[in-house]
């Protein structure tokens, strides 16, 4: 007949031990903690250091309760593999973590009104301090604009929208920037790989680019367009290959570049000889290996 030992369950330590092990008090702990400034560095260094050997954690959902503060940010992401979205949100985890918050993700794979109230809804009920709202697309920021909701809202990636608070990239002036470089270099003019019309990102380079070339007098081209894939800059590029005239590209986005440059290789078009070849977004380059 088997035998259970009773008592043997490890209890999670408490604030309460930690205190004990580094001879303070528990609202010491506390202050510790919170970061609070007003801590000697040697009492610091022994909390730390007894939170570390009882392995202690903080039951968050009890810090709540006290403070009325989650410490948690809520994002609504756009359901999307491109490198500018998904660094968007990478950006965001990181600061947020640097600033002692977590972060709680919905992805919608469509950014219209409904979605996105539905999806800060959810994310309010969690508790979230502030929510983020990814908007690329100006069906997006729409949505945000006629957002409800009782947690600060911020839009990220919605152009010079003036509806709502938001952070976006100097889109225009970095394309403008890629225009100016390309003239420099002595080129007539300065065709355009687009992204799709209704991103905000693919209609500000669109504009930087342009009025670049009417402030330089230069003749303004017909655009190319594509869906930021590389497929699609593969597909333009040999479009652009059949044009004798053209001597430079300014790409909405390097995945379009990348694709643009296999297909002026397929045509027996040199770069940088022939056309020189711009794109915008820094997608990570891989890592270099060592030679041995």
């Given at each position: 007949?088997?035998?259970e030992?009773a008592g043997t369950?490890?209890?999670?330590?408490?604030?309460a031990?930690?205190?004990k092990l580094a001879g303070v008090s528990?609202?010491t702990v506390?202050?510790?903690l919170?970061g609070?400034?007003?801590?000697?560095?040697d009492?610091?260094?022994?909390v730390?250091a007894?939170?570390?050997e009882l392995?202690y954690?903080?039951?968050s959902?009890?810090?709540a309760l006290?403070?009325?503060r989650?410490q948690?940010?809520?994002?609504?992401?756009f359901?999307?593999?491109l490198?500018?979205?998904?660094?968007?949100?990478?950006?965001?985890?990181?600061?947020?973590?640097?600033?002692?918050y977590?972060v709680?993700?919905t992805?919608?794979r469509?950014l219209d009104g409904?979605s996105?109230q539905?999806?800060?809804?959810?994310?309010r009920d969690q508790?979230?301090?502030g929510?983020?709202v990814?908007?690329?697309?100006t069906?997006a920021?729409?949505?945000?604009?006629r957002l409800?909701s009782?947690?600060?809202v911020v839009?990220v990636g919605?152009?010079?929208?003036?509806q709502?608070p938001?952070?976006s990239?100097?889109?225009r002036?970095?394309a403008?920037?890629?225009?100016?470089?390309?003239l420099?270099?002595?080129h007539?003019?300065?065709h355009h790989?687009?992204?799709?019309?209704?991103?905000l990102?693919s209609?500000?380079?669109?504009?930087g680019?342009r009025?670049t070339?009417?402030?330089a007098?230069a003749?303004?081209?017909?655009?190319?367009?594509?869906?930021?894939?590389a497929?699609?800059?593969?597909?333009a590029g040999?479009?652009i290959?059949e044009?004798?005239d053209?001597?430079?590209?300014?790409?909405?986005?390097d995945?379009?570049a990348?694709?643009?440059l296999r297909?002026?290789?397929?045509?027996?078009?040199?770069?940088?000889e022939e056309i020189?070849?711009?794109g915008?977004d820094?997608?990570?380059?891989?890592p270099?290996?060592?030679r041995?």
């Amino acid at each position: 007949m088997g035998t259970e030992s009773a008592g043997t369950e490890q209890r999670h330590p408490v604030m309460a031990d930690v205190a004990k092990l580094a001879g303070v008090s528990h609202q010491t702990v506390s202050r510790v903690l919170n970061g609070a400034p007003h801590v000697r560095p040697d009492t610091r260094d022994r909390v730390l250091a007894a939170i570390r050997e009882l392995d202690y954690r903080p039951n968050s959902a009890a810090r709540a309760l006290v403070t009325r503060r989650s410490q948690t940010l809520g994002v609504v992401s756009f359901d999307s593999t491109l490198y500018g979205p998904a660094s968007m949100l990478d950006g965001i985890e990181r600061a947020a973590r640097s600033a002692g918050y977590f972060v709680s993700v919905t992805s919608l794979r469509s950014l219209d009104g409904r979605s996105v109230q539905e999806a800060v809804d959810r994310l309010r009920d969690q508790g979230v301090e502030g929510v983020v709202v990814i908007a690329p697309q100006t069906s997006a920021v729409s949505a945000v604009t006629r957002l409800s909701s009782s947690v600060p809202v911020v839009a990220v990636g919605s152009g010079d929208q003036k509806q709502v608070p938001m952070v976006s990239v100097g889109n225009r002036s970095g394309a403008g920037e890629a225009t100016r470089h390309l003239l420099d270099l002595g080129h007539r003019t300065v065709h355009h790989l687009a992204g799709p019309a209704n991103w905000l990102e693919s209609q500000d380079r669109e504009e930087g680019w342009r009025g670049t070339l009417r402030a330089a007098g230069a003749p303004v081209p017909e655009v190319e367009r594509g869906d930021w894939s590389a497929r699609s800059g593969y597909q333009a590029g040999l479009r652009i290959a059949e044009l004798a005239d053209v001597t430079a590209v300014f790409c909405a986005n390097d995945h379009m570049a990348l694709g643009l440059l296999r297909a002026l290789h397929e045509a027996g078009r040199s770069v940088p000889e022939e056309i020189s070849v711009v794109g915008f977004d820094d997608i990570p380059r891989p890592p270099t290996s060592s030679r041995r």
